[in-house]
């Protein structure tokens, strides 16, 4: 945050100054001018030394090896339905949160996941990738076997409009 204050100062101050120089300037105040010039020039050097460089960029790269059957995929499933909007004391009931449509959100990300048209071929895709990368070739989903998902439900910080109002 306070990169970016200096950033913004910066040009600011620079723009402040070159604009007072020239008002001297006009002025015939030759003096004045001069070092509202060098300070336009001291800010014009903060404001492009503060500017970011490819090393900053760099931290931003991703870190480890993507694995998966599409290495690095990451699914987004949005459904309009399910954007209830604000309703805390019944955030839990059914006609808030119909079943239907979070099975629906599911199975579009498994599918996006996984590359499969529907939910027996993506979970047989996962399970068989999964067992090939275990020593396990050619086997897909066995009843003992455990499941970990995880799933993240973000709520938006504003209203958005229903199918009705939009």
Known sequence: MMVFLVYAGSLAGS?????????????????????????????????????????????????????????GRVTWVYNQVLLCGEVPETIGAATVNPQAEYNKAFT???????????????????????NANHGRTGTGYQLETVLPLRSTRTIPQHPLPTPETS
């Open 15 to 71: 723009v402040f100054a070159f604009r007072k120089a020239r008002a001297l300037f006009r002025n015939s105040k030759v003096l004045l001018g001069a070092l509202f010039l060098l300070l336009c020039g001291i800010s014009m050097f903060v404001f492009v030394s503060n500017h970011p460089s490819p090393a900053a960029a760099a931290a931003n790269a991703p870190i480890g090896t993507a694995k998966g059957i599409f290495p």
């Open 108 to 130: 579009a990300g498994v599918e996006n996941l996984s590359g499969g048209t529907n939910d027996s071929t993506s979970w047989d895709k996962i399970f068989k990738y999964f």
